[in-house]
Antibody, heavy 119, light 107 residues
């Protein structure tokens, strides 16, 4: 079964850091581009970051310079290092696999990891 | 940044009726647009990509159309499980952006 499982979410103070992980299974991870997408409480979806194996990385302006995406293809894992966290970063964070049709669409999603930034 | 505007914000229909959801882009995205369905407490599900291609396992009652700046998601004969929030998403340029969503509710 194709699956993505996020971990590492939790409660953190403003200015703090957190590292999210996403474990992939059921497919050849190295062949797929991967993304992070978040959803603030009661709000819509916000794309955050994209990574291609051995290649390009992109970020949304809202997280550029604060968040870092990375991947370990040997471990079939995706990561999001989040620094200088703000209250507005409170959201459910999803890792999402690219559909692999030459563009960025999200065909497989994890269950989400809750990140709450509060003092 | 390409802004996607979805309308209406909320659509109230009954099972068996036809639903028409709109997504308008602030500039042309060609056909590089997708639609997602999200139910409460669940991750989104990809329905349509490249404006009109159904994703794997998506029922034929879901169809997408449009190009340039105006797109439509049509659901013929609504089933009870279709009531959810729907988002459009463009991949024409970075950053990837989503519309604000249309809530499809039972009338």
């Amino acid at each position: 079964e194709v699956q993505l499982v996020e971990s590492g979410g939790g409660l953190v103070q403003p200015g703090g850091s957190l590292r999210l992980s996403c474990a992939a299974s059921g497919f050849t991870f190295s062949r797929y581009e991967m993304n992070w997408v978040r959803q603030a409480p009661g709000k819509g979806l916000e794309w955050l970051s994209y990574i291609k194996s051995g290649g390009a990385i992109h970020y949304a302006d809202s997280v550029m310079g604060r968040f870092t995406i990375s991947r370990d293809d040997a471990k079939s894992s995706l990561y999001l290092q989040m620094n200088s966290l703000r209250a507005e970063d409170t959201a459910v964070y999803y890792c999402a696999r690219d559909l692999n049709v030459g563009g960025v669409y999200f065909d497989i999603w994890g269950q989400g990891a809750q990140v709450t930034v509060t003092s | 940044e390409i802004v996607l505007t979805q309308s209406p914000a909320t659509l109230s229909l009954s099972p068996g009726e036809r639903a028409t959801l709109s997504c308008r882009a602030s500039q042309s995205v060609s056909t590089y647009l997708a639609w997602y369905q999200q139910k409460p407490g669940q991750a989104p599900r990809l329905l349509i990509y490249d404006a009109s291609n159904r994703a794997t396992g998506i029922p034929a009652r879901f169809s997408g159309s449009g190009s340039g700046t105006d797109f439509t998601l049509t659901i013929t004969s609504l089933e009870p499980e279709d009531f959810a929030v729907y988002y459009c998403q463009q991949r024409r340029t970075w950053p990837i952006t989503f519309g604000q969503g249309t809530r499809l509710e039972i009338k």
